[in-house]
């Protein structure tokens, strides 16, 4: 079936006097043109990686998310930072993050990240998900600062 097709029979079906099969019919139009919105805003939201070195970078990013989820989730074990172990965790999480804050100020030197315009490298840690593991970073390690 057709997009047309589809309006069309919705159209028509308008025209009947029985309430129930209108506001049926206006709940599928609804529902239609709201999932072919969302359809175009999730294609929007689609990032390609062209080239060598946007597919390097994204791997290294993946790999620092990778090693932060991990961290987090030791958050209540090194935050104490009693011994050695813990601090270099402690060391360890503050120097992803300062990677984060590196390739946002385009201070970063890693492979291939001149190749991306800010903005692209904001996207690129967004719909990775960064924010959300910092986030979560935070959260869990403030009951450390009661």
């Known amino acids: 079936m057709v997009e047309g097709d589809l309006v069309v029979i919705l159209m028509s079906l308008?025209?009947?006097?029985?309430?129930?099969?209108q506001e049926a019919v206006m709940d599928l139009f609804v529902r239609f043109f709201s999932q072919t919105k969302e359809l175009v805003h999730a294609a929007n939201q689609v990032q390609l990686l062209v080239g060598e070195q946007n597919v390097i970078l994204y791997n290294e990013v993946k790999t620092k998310i990778s090693s932060l989820r991990q961290l987090a989730e030791l958050s209540e074990i090194w935050l104490d930072l009693e011994d050695d172990q813990e601090i270099q965790q402690a060391t360890d999480v503050?120097?992803?993050?300062?990677?984060f804050i590196d390739m946002m100020k385009s201070q970063h030197t890693g492979v291939g990240i001149q190749s991306l315009p800010q903005r692209e490298r904001q996207r690129l840690l967004r719909n990775m998900d960064v924010h959300s593991v910092v986030v979560g970073l935070l959260r869990d390690g403030t009951h450390t600062l009661d």
């Open 14 to 21: 308008m025209k009947t006097t029985s309430a129930s099969l």
């Open 94 to 99: 503050q120097n992803i993050l300062q990677y």
